[in-house]
């Protein structure tokens, strides 16, 4: 089995989720004969999340390109990220790193398709509504995306930000999401959402969603183990 090397930190949450899958699913699918080798490189979120807000995509992906580096050097041979926020440079990290990561964005468009959908929501933090990143792949299979509005959008990316990248889970924050997803089939016909932040999973599920969730970390998390199990 290949190992997997994971950037991680983008937040926390998020990187711990991902471990505990990765080994959990591998562990059911191998009938408890093996678990995953997973390396981490986890970056200073606080310094990644100011390159971010100040468009200084240089020193973000020079920043990443690092852990990229350490983690081939490791013996990692299934790199990702897990966060969807830092795609914004994935083109760049692959340029300079010489790795073929695995794309969180190219994960979903193809689970996308599999489910047959032709209009779906996505919600992440501001730069995944509004940048293409999380978009082209979907566009470019013929599924249209649609965000929410301006002070919609203000109030999930204010919630990420501020709950759930530290773990805080509200049930008075899944009603306001609820509630904007609800206006978004209602107006706009979407017939799925897809959570765009791999921090939505904490509070978003196919269990309490008023419409199908499309989740990033668990889309993704099965292509990582199936090309980690490819011989």
Known sequence: MKKIGLVGG???ESTLMYYKKLN???DTISNGQTMPEVAIESVNFRKAWEYIISSNYDDLAAYLSDKIKALKAGGAEVISLTSA???IVFDELEKQTGVSLVSIPRA???YAVEKGYKKVGLIGTSFTMEKDYMKK???DAGIEVVIPDEEERELVARKIFEELEFGVVKESTLDEFNRILKRMQEDQKIEAVILGCTELPLL???QNCCLPCIDSVDVHIRKLIEMSMES
């Open 10 to 12: 983008t937040g926390p």
């Open 108 to 110: 979903v468009a193809a």
């Open 204 to 206: 978003l599920n196919n």
């Open 85 to 87: 926020t830092v795609h």
């Open 24 to 26: 959990s699913r591998i």
């Open 137 to 139: 792949d979907l566009l």
